[in-house]
Structures are given as structure tokens and as C-alpha cells.
């Protein structure tokens, strides 16, 4: 069996159609077949091939031409293509080559030669395909490397800011607490930077610190509540610091600057295949958030949360992460901001 590879014959002649499928197909390759060029691609747009072979004298538009669109139209430019032709001039193979051909076969047709070509094309096209998609993932791991470990300056200088501040007003305990936790935050985030999934466990310990902190930092201006409803959270990798961002944005843009006591839950559920993350506040909204003057810049963090995503959907598909955002209302008075993060739950 050739991993059910499926190959395209591009042929009007009935006999060379037969031969083709007959030695093909016993050797595992699924088959399809066309006995004119203006069907090429409209098969090609429904159906994904690893081959086309594709015969020079057809009715219409030749092989030749064929193979010309092929080539100028990106969705085809690397899809493997054999000619086959009764011709045997050398004019007619370079010109084969030069067009973008992968190989050659001459009619007639020999069933060995077949085979080992179709073999040989097939494979070198997967090898250097694979070769592509692992350069390109070790690539996405770099940057994704790289933009888990920007934990955001601004929290970093607010948090040293606090310090000063609790010294200055002599509140040496508070000093000492907050230095205690910070640098079992900063550890934590270094280490989490350096590889790609830490467990979930690892991330809500992380996620505590952090929440700690900032209620610290803030004056214990805001409770907060963490529910967990998942069964083995140390089983469970996830990338690392995908949540933090969107608690930093509620705390920073939206309990902050809020008149009534703030409030702001963290609820991580686990649901099929998938981890649910739901982080709301009941602050001043995104509306309200948005004509501060100091929120007007771009935030980092957030930033590289959209680009992680990015990321992480080109490795692991559209569908695996999601994040939506909705504004919550009490009648016309915003009532703060509701986040859903969906991610999966065996990245292993």
C-alpha cells in the first residue's frame, strides 16, 4: 500500500487510462481520471491529489499550457506533476522541465518504470513538505517562545512602584510580603517562559500569585474568586501565560477605575475535549475604558496575546483556540466585561 496516495491521470486515450489505473491502483494509490485539460481544474479545486499525470497531446489545451496554468497559479505551483509522452525529442523534455515538470515517462508505457517514478515523485514531494512544516513549526514555537516570556513592563514597574511606596509609608511587613511573592512570581514566570505547555495546575498557581499581588498592589480595592471545576489539573498542559493578559486588562482598564467595589472571578472549567476560561469583572466597561486618555495605548500584552493566538491557531488548527469578549450592562450603565477563552486539553 503507498498511504493511499491520489493521483490524477490526465490522458484522452482510453488504453494508456486502463494501463495506468491497472498498476496504480493494484499497488495501493487511489486513482481518478480526466480525458480533457478543461476539467483539470475544476477537479483540482474539489479534490487534494499528491500527482497529476498529465499527458502532452490532448484535445484542447495541451499538456504544455496545462502544465503553464499549473505553474502561474499558487495553489498549484508545487503539486507534483509527471508528463507523459509518446514524443522523445530532447526539445520536448527540456521543455517538460523547464515548464515545472517533476519527471517524464515515454509512451509506451513501461509498468516498473510507473511505479518507481510515481514512487520517487511522491515521496520527495512529502519529504520536502514535511521538511517545510517542521521548519515552520519550529519557527511558530520560537515566537511563540519569545512572546510568552514579555510578561508586561508595566506591571513589573507599578509592582517595584508599590514597594517604594510601602516603604516610604514605612509599612515594612507589606514590604516584605509583596517582595516575598513578586519574586516568586518573576521565578515562576521564567521558568514557564522556557518551554512551551506547563501544566494547568502550574498556570493557576501562577495565576493566584499574580492576583495576590495585584490586590495588594491596588489597596485591596477589588475581591476576587477563583473556581476550578477541573478533574486533574496537573495532567493537563496548556501554553503558558494565555490567561494573565486578559485578568491584567479586567484589573488595570476595568476594576480600577470603577467607583463601586470591584469584583472580578476566574472560573476554569473542563468540558469534552476542550478548557473553558471565563474571566469577569464588574467594572466600567470597554465604552467607558476606552475615552480614558491613559488607556489609549496600544497595551503589550495584549498585543502579544492576539499574535500568540495567531500563532497557536496556524499550529493547531482555527477551531482549537477562541476568545470572545462581551460588554455587560445593567440597563443603559455598563456593568463590566465578560472574556471567554476556549483551549484544548491534551496539548502533550
Known amino acids: 500500500?503507498?498511504?493511499?496516495?491520489?493521483?490524477?491521470?490526465?490522458?484522452?486515450?482510453?488504453?494508456?487510462?486502463?494501463?495506468?489505473?491497472?498498476?496504480?491502483?493494484?499497488?495501493?494509490?487511489?486513482?481518478?481520471?480526466?480525458?480533457?485539460?478543461?476539467?483539470?481544474?475544476?477537479?483540482?479545486f474539489n479534490h487534494q491529489y499528491d500527482l497529476v499525470l498529465l499527458d502532452v497531446n490532448l484535445p484542447g489545451a495541451d499538456g504544455y499550457e496545462l502544465l503553464r496554468q499549473m505553474r502561474s497559479n499558487p495553489k498549484y505551483r508545487t503539486l507534483p506533476v509527471i508528463i507523459i509522452s509518446a514524443e522523445e525529442e530532447e526539445e520536448t523534455l527540456s521543455k517538460c522541465f523547464d515548464l515545472g515538470a517533476n519527471d517524464y515517462i515515454r509512451k509506451p508505457i513501461h509498468h516498473e518504470i510507473l511505479k518507481a517514478r510515481v514512487r520517487s515523485v511522491i515521496s520527495a514531494s512529502r519529504f520536502h513538505q514535511n521538511e517545510i512544516n517542521r521548519r515552520r513549526q519550529e519557527a511558530l514555537r520560537a515566537r511563540m517562545k519569545m512572546l510568552s516570556s514579555q510578561m508586561n513592563p508595566h506591571f513589573i514597574f507599578n509592582s517595584l512602584s508599590s514597594i517604594q511606596e510601602f516603604v516610604l509609608a514605612n509599612e515594612m511587613e507589606k514590604v516584605l510580603n509583596f517582595l516575598s511573592e513578586f519574586a516568586g512570581l518573576m521565578r515562576q514566570n521564567l521558568e514557564n517562559s522556557m518551554v512551551p505547555h506547563i501544566t494547568l495546575a502550574n498556570e493557576l498557581q501562577f495565576l493566584k500569585t499574580y492576583l495576590k499581588l495585584e490586590k495588594m498592589r491596588f489597596n485591596n480595592a477589588f475581591t476576587y474568586e477563583v473556581r476550578i471545576n477541573v478533574s486533574t489539573p496537573e495532567n493537563i498542559m496548556i501554553p503558558p501565560m494565555l490567561i494573565q493578559p486578559y485578568l491584567e486588562n479586567a484589573i488595570i482598564h476595568g476594576l480600577r477605575k470603577s467607583s463601586r467595589p470591584g469584583h472580578l472571578i476566574l472560573e476554569i472549567v473542563e468540558t469534552d475535549n476542550f478548557i473553558s476560561c471565563t474571566i469577569q469583572d464588574n467594572g466600567i466597561g470597554r465604552s467607558r475604558?476606552?475615552?480614558?486618555?491613559?488607556?489609549?495605548?496600544r497595551s503589550v500584552a495584549m498585543s502579544n496575546i492576539e499574535a500568540r493566538l495567531a500563532l497557536l491557531k496556524m499550529e493547531f488548527g482555527g477551531e482549537e483556540f477562541s476568545v470572545t469578549v462581551k460588554d455587560l450592562w445593567n440597563g443603559d450603565e455598563p456593568a463590566g466585561t465578560l472574556v471567554k477563552l476556549s483551549l484544548p486539553n491534551d496539548l502533550h
Open 1 to 44: 500500500m503507498q498511504d493511499s496516495a491520489s493521483i490524477l491521470i490526465v490522458d484522452d486515450n482510453r488504453q494508456v487510462l486502463e494501463q495506468i489505473n491497472h498498476v496504480l491502483a493494484d499497488v495501493g494509490y487511489n486513482i481518478s481520471f480526466i480525458p480533457k485539460g478543461q476539467f483539470l481544474f475544476q477537479r483540482l
Open 289 to 297: 475604558a476606552s475615552k480614558i486618555k491613559e488607556n489609549q495605548y
